[in-house]
């Protein structure tokens, strides 16, 4: 179950808002996505593995809400570790750097092209 956005972290690019199948996160009146419907989570991880800087923490307990320490995940390496996991982001895989899937497009700006 989703249990923390990092304010600290969080570049307020609304991707997790757009991917979230159930509708879980609001936009925060700073730009933050706050957690609006948290019993909504399918523990999907989709809003994890698609945050462009680890923002997120999605606790694997699918169906019980845990108290998490954000200074905590940071020191044991779990805030945004599922990306680690699956192999997403710079550094990680190069498949992370050629997707091309639709939904990708249609959420990410699009990458000038090289000469």
Known sequence: MIELVS??????CGICVKVCPTNVFDVGPN???VIARQEDCQTCFMCEAYCPVDALYVSPQADDHVHVDEDKLIETGLLGSWRETIGWGPGRTR?????TTPFIDRILPKKPEAS
Do not use: M
């Open 31 to 33: 730009g933050i996505p």
């Open 95 to 99: 498949l992370a750097e050629i997707d």
């Open 7 to 12: 304010s600290d972290r969080c570049v307020e």
